[in-house]
């Protein structure tokens, strides 16, 4: 009979599966995202009302090794200077713990938010990005005492990085803290003055007699600050001190002196020695200044006036 041989074999199937891709979670995580903030200084600064003091720093983002688009949030907290609720506004601080205020956006204008700000990294941006931080100060007057005043965010608590997040309303797996910046100010000394009429009203022409009147200037300088009050020697012709100034009329003049005191014994002028001197308390001053017309001159009929600048140096 025929001998039937069977030849087997073996089918071998191999399959081969490849390595799934990494899952964006995981490229993200292979990134690494620094941050780093510059300084914010003001400079020299008077705090006058109407004048604006505004000064920014630059926030810069970048990320190493990345392999996708990275969501990002840097979140900025009170400083060492302290802030209200919601940081609006911070402080800055004066070694003695006097403190000035300021309203610090991250971003372009006003209406940027004060506390965080998300940016996304990746194909659309690149591996980098810079944005821009703006600051006010926004204590006016001189209630503030002069010295340096400043703020250091150097902790988590003040500045740090989160990523990867999809907005700032998340917590990042990665939380780093930003190295620390500072912001400056030194505020210098600010005096204000508003001006009086001395009023000798109606004088009789048969006087015989010195003519007496006061009038009050309102002074307030910047606490702790130094200031001289001199009074110039007046528009009137022949004028030669401040105990022997001119009012002038239409019909001629009339001698009259300015004191510091009411007995009228310290001519206060325009120089060192006749002037005023005190030192600022933030709150506003009433000021004295007396008048004399002298005895012993024709009162002629009319309007007499002379017009005294008011200076104070500080």
Request: aromatic content about 6%; overall charge neutral; hydrophobic content about 40%.
């Amino acid at each position: 009979m025929p001998l039937i041989r069977a030849a087997l074999c073996a089918l071998i199937v191999v399959l081969s599966i490849g390595l799934p891709d990494r899952a964006p979670a995981q490229m993200e995580m292979m990134s690494n995202c620094t941050a780093t903030m510059t300084d914010i200084a003001f400079g020299s600064v008077s705090l006058r009302a109407g004048v604006t003091n505004q000064s920014s720093g630059s926030l810069t983002i970048s990320c190493a090794q990345l392999l996708s688009n990275v969501g990002i949030c840097v979140r900025f907290g009170p400083g060492s200077g302290g802030a209200a609720t919601q940081n609006a506004p911070r402080y800055m601080r004066r070694a003695d713990g006097a403190a000035i205020s300021y309203d610090m956006r991250l971003g372009a204008d006003a209406a940027s938010s004060r506390n965080e700000v998300f940016v996304r990294l990746g194909s659309l941006l690149g591996t980098r990005t810079t944005l821009p931080v703006q600051a006010w100060i926004t204590s006016t007057g001189a209630s503030t005492g002069t010295g340096d005043y400043a703020s250091t965010f150097s902790s988590q608590a003040d500045i740090r990085l989160d990523y990867p997040v999809g907005s700032c309303a998340e917590i990042g797996r990665t939380v780093k803290t930003i190295p620390q910046f500072s912001v400056r100010a030194s505020v210098r000394s600010l005096c204000e003055v508003a001006g009086a009429t001395l009023d000798f009203g109606r004088i009789d022409p048969g006087a015989t007699g010195p003519i007496d009147a006061a009038a009050q200037l309102g002074v307030r300088c910047t606490a702790d600050t130094p200031y001289a009050i001199r009074l110039g020697p007046g528009l009137g012709i022949g004028a030669s001190g401040p105990a022997d100034r001119r009012l002038t009329g239409p019909l001629g003049q009339l001698r009259y002196g300015l004191y510091q005191d009411a007995g009228r014994s310290r001519p206060w002028g325009d120089q060192p020695g006749s002037d005023v001197r005190a030192t600022g308390t933030a709150a506003t001053s009433a000021v004295t200044v007396y008048g004399r017309i002298f005895a012993g001159q024709a009162l002629h009929a009319g309007q007499y006036e002379d017009s005294v600048l008011v200076t104070i140096e500080y």
